[in-house]
C-alpha cells in the first residue's frame, strides 16, 4: 500500500526549524566522503527532497544550472548546491505536510503509477496532502509557485527498486525526443503532440533568457506571453539542461510534474529553444 511505502522514504522530518544551513552542510560533508547519494540522503533527513543538486565549482555555475542554495565541500574548492523550495516537515502513513520556503506557495502534488499515469492531488490550507490508498505508487512531486513561475520543489520516491515506465533510450534528436513522449502519450490513448515553430517573440525572449542562465523566464510564463502578446490555450513550459537528449528525456520522464505537463491530453502542440545543452519546451493547445 502507498501507506506503508511512506514509511521506508520519509526518514527523519521532524525538525521544526527551516534550518537550511544546516541541512547544507551536513549535505556537502557527506558528498565529500560518500559521493551524490549520501548527500541526498542527509538532505532528506532535514525533509529536504530537492529534484536538482550537484556539485558545482563555484557560484556562477550554481546560478546557471539553477541550484539555489550551496555550502563549501570540506577540503574541496567546489560546492555542494541544491535547488531548495519547499520542505517535507510532518508525515504519517496516510498525509504528508509540506513548507514552502519564503518567496514561495505550495500549489499541489502529482503522483505517478505503475501504470504510468499522473494524478493530481490538492493541499488544505495547511499544505497537508491526504495520501491517495493505491498500491501501484511509484514517486510524487510537489509544484511550488516562485519568482519564476511553478517548479518541482519536492521530489519523493516510493520503493527503492520501483521505476517509472519511460519510452527513453537513445534520443540523438529532437525528433527522437518528440517520438519518445508521443510513444507514452499513445499508450495512455492520447493523442500525440505535434511540432510547432516557437512563436518568434517567446523564442527571442527565451533565447537570450537561456544564454545568461538555465530555468524558467524570470518574468514568469505567463507574464512572458501576455507581454509578447501571445495567448496560448493551456500553456505549459518544461525546461532541462544536459548534454544528452536522452538524459533529457529519462529527467523529464522521471519528474512527476514535468510528466504531467508533457501527457497532458489538452495540449497538442509542442516547440523547442535550445542553447547548447538547455532546453525550453512550449506546450500548448492549438485553436480549432
Wanted: hydrophobic share 40%; glycine share 8%; with cysteine.
Amino acid at each position: 500500500m502507498l501507506q506503508a511505502q511512506f514509511i521506508t522514504i520519509l526518514l527523519a522530518a521532524h525538525s521544526a526549524t527551516l534550518d537550511t544551513d544546516s541541512a547544507l552542510a551536513d549535505a556537502a560533508r557527506a558528498q565529500a566522503t560518500f559521493g551524490a547519494f549520501a548527500a541526498r540522503h542527509q538532505l532528506a533527513l532535514h525533509g529536504f527532497h530537492p529534484f536538482a543538486l550537484g556539485r558545482v565549482s563555484g557560484h556562477l555555475q550554481a546560478k546557471a544550472e539553477g541550484l539555489s542554495h550551496c555550502a563549501p565541500i570540506p577540503n574541496s574548492e567546489d560546492l555542494f548546491c541544491a535547488r531548495l523550495s519547499a520542505r517535507l516537515i510532518d508525515q504519517s502513513p496516510v498525509h504528508l505536510r509540506v513548507q514552502a520556503l519564503p518567496g514561495f506557495t505550495v500549489l499541489y502534488a502529482h503522483w505517478v503509477g505503475h501504470d504510468g499515469r499522473v494524478r493530481q492531488l490538492k493541499p488544505d490550507t495547511a499544505g497537508i496532502f491526504d495520501l491517495p490508498s493505491k498500491d501501484d505508487s511509484v514517486a510524487l512531486g510537489v509544484t511550488v509557485r516562485g519568482p519564476l513561475g511553478p517548479e518541482t520543489g519536492l521530489y519523493l520516491r516510493f520503493q527503492p527498486n520501483d521505476s517509472l515506465t519511460d519510452p527513453c533510450g537513445s534520443e540523438a534528436n529532437l525528433d527522437d525526443l518528440l517520438g519518445a513522449i508521443n510513444t507514452l502519450r499513445i499508450e495512455q490513448g492520447n493523442s500525440p503532440l505535434r511540432f510547432a515553430m516557437a512563436p518568434k517573440a517567446y523564442a527571442h525572449a527565451r533565447g537570450q533568457e537561456l544564454d545568461r542562465q538555465f530555468g524558467h523566464s524570470p518574468l514568469g510564463l505567463g507574464r512572458l506571453l501576455r507581454n509578447q502578446g501571445l495567448r496560448l490555450r493551456h500553456a505549459a513550459e518544461v525546461v532541462a539542461q544536459d548534454s544528452s537528449l536522452s538524459a533529457i528525456c529519462r529527467g523529464w520522464m522521471l519528474s512527476p510534474s514535468h510528466r504531467a505537463a508533457l501527457l497532458d491530453a489538452r495540449r497538442d502542440q509542442i516547440a523547442f529553444v535550445q542553447r547548447g545543452d538547455r532546453i525550453s519546451a512550449l506546450l500548448w493547445r492549438r485553436k480549432l
